[in-house]
């Protein structure tokens, strides 16, 4: 059962390179999350994609897209890589993106490091 | 931004000791969850919340929906090592499409 699975696991990056972060869930899962963890800040939500097709802004979007390429899987890009994205993203997916079934399940998270 | 407001932000406590923490909000949830997360790992959900004033253990972690469901609280008795970590509350407002909100944790060290 692997459930939320993120490649890679840790990058480093110089800045104005590109990556993408990769994200699969096997759960069947509807919705899906990027969210960023800096210390104190807590998990805040870049992006989202409620269901199949659909992508959304969440809290912190800006220097960031994402593809949801299919029910599996959802990508998050970083175009021009700044050291203010220096974090550890996390993946995430849940059944739907309200009432029952809204229990999000995390990645591993990937340790991004922008120089 | 941020609606949760999650205390204490750390804690430092003796083995055996119990351990509270809470989450309050000036909007509705209707849904409550509670994560740990481990060094180096993602949160692992633990206990999940549908209906005020809803009252659930799992092992020696209790939490509870608040009444007036601005708020929950998660306790956890007779600590342990391996409770050490991260616990984050996460809702979901009564209101709008928007999904889960993240509190900004609690970081918990137990003393051996």
Known sequence: ?115 | GQQLNQSPQSMFIQEGEDVSMNCTSSSIFNTWLWYKQDPGEGPVLLIALYKAGELTSNGRLTAQFGITRKDSFLNISASIPSDVGIYFCAGLTASGNTPLVFGKGTRLSVIA
Not at chain 1, 24 to 53: C, F, K, T, V
Not at chain 1, 74 to 89: I, K
């Open chain 1, 1 to 115: 059962n692997a459930g939320v699975t993120q490649t890679p696991k840790f990058q480093v990056l110089k800045t104005g390179q590109s990556m993408t972060l990769q994200c699969a869930q096997d759960m069947n899962h509807n919705s899906m999350y990027w969210y960023r963890q800096d210390p104190g800040m807590g998990l805040r939500l870049i992006y989202y994609s409620a269901s199949e097709g659909t992508t959304d802004k969440g809290e912190v979007p800006n220097g960031y897209n994402v593809s949801r390429l299919n029910k599996r899987e959802f990508s998050l890009r970083l175009e021009s890589a700044a050291p203010s994205q220096t974090s550890v993203y996390f993946c995430a997916s849940s059944e739907r993106l309200r009432n029952l079934g809204t229990e999000a399940f995390f990645g591993q998270g990937t340790r991004l490091t922008v120089v």
